[in-house]
């Protein structure tokens, strides 16, 4: 007789469990190199004011972007509050998004996600105050 033995996937070390995020940024992989969704908006707004945010995922290290391997969107909040998702495609479409915004307030950080078709999403976070 035989048995059936049932294998488990831990949560951990499953890219599409979750939202990854970068362990060490003084001493990232290349795999978190191509995936960290980097931010670059002010540190601080005045409240109402309209400022510009870039998210570039692949910019420590270029992402393929061909149709088997891809980005296949890029979503931005104001700590957990949603902001905006911009949906992209393989070949056409670069992992880069410009906006601007305007907040009232923020109670912590501007947080970028992105997903990668073979890799599961990932998560990029930058410090921003809101002032009067």
């Known amino acids: 007789m035989s048995s059936n033995v049932?294998?488990?996937v831990k949560?951990?070390?499953d890219l599409f469990c979750g939202v990854n995020m970068v362990k060490d940024l003084d001493n990232m992989t290349d795999l978190e190199k191509k995936h960290l969704p980097?931010?670059?908006a002010p540190k601080s707004v005045r409240k109402g004011e309209c400022f510009e945010v870039m998210v570039e995922v692949g910019k420590l290290m270029q992402h393929p972007n061909e149709p088997g391997?891809?980005?296949e969107f890029i979503d931005l909040y104001a700590d957990h509050t949603y902001l905006?998702?911009?949906d992209l495609t393989a070949g056409r479409t670069c992992p880069i998004i410009k906006i601007c915004l305007s907040l009232d307030h923020?109670?912590?950080?501007?947080?970028?996600?992105?997903?990668?078709n073979l890799h599961g999403a990932w998560e990029g976070h930058t410090?921003?105050?809101?002032?009067?």
Request: charged letters at 30%.
């Open 6 to 8: 049932m294998t488990t």
């Open 11 to 13: 949560c951990e070390k």
């Open 38 to 40: 980097v931010i670059t």
């Open 69 to 71: 391997h891809y980005i």
């Open 84 to 86: 905006t998702r911009v």
């Open 106 to 116: 923020i109670h912590g950080k501007l947080r970028a996600y992105e997903r990668c």
């Open 127 to 132: 410090e921003i105050e809101v002032t009067d």
